[in-house]
């Protein structure tokens, strides 16, 4: 079954500072995955390298439903470019029947409890990560510096 990945997990230098977070455990699974790349911040147009952003007044899914916005650290707002980043990230699960995504943790996209929202708890969804979610497509979020073991059984378990 396809799968969609974050980017940079691979090792795509697509990171805001032109940089990658390559995780070596997804590599070594890559030939046994399908995986289906996806930087949902280049898919909605931004550029690489680009002024990193966050979240405020909520979180991704607070975005979605415009109650939040995403302000690059320049204080322009990038709101729409992350949200058709999302729209087109789920257009590809739609095309290739994906519903699982291994997405990069820490990140206004793709994280699922990252820090760079405003919330209660500090943390929240990326707005990728959000959109996904509410589609149905279930999500390993994975540090690039942390262990990820047994990526396979997880996925499958998912
Ligand atoms: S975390 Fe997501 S949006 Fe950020 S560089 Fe990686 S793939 Fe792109």
Redesign the pocket.
Known sequence: MPVLI????LGIE???DGGH?RAEEIIEVAEKIQFIP?????LGGLSTPRAPSCIVKGDGEGVLSGHARVINSLGKDVTEAFIK?AQESLKLARLTGATKAI??NK?P???LNTPYCETDTGYGL?V?AALLLTAGIKIIEINPEGKNKDVIEKLRLL
């Open positions: 974050s980017s940079c997990l697509c990171r805001y977070s996806i930087c949902p911040e280049q980043g997405l990069k990140s996209s793709c994280g990326g990728t």
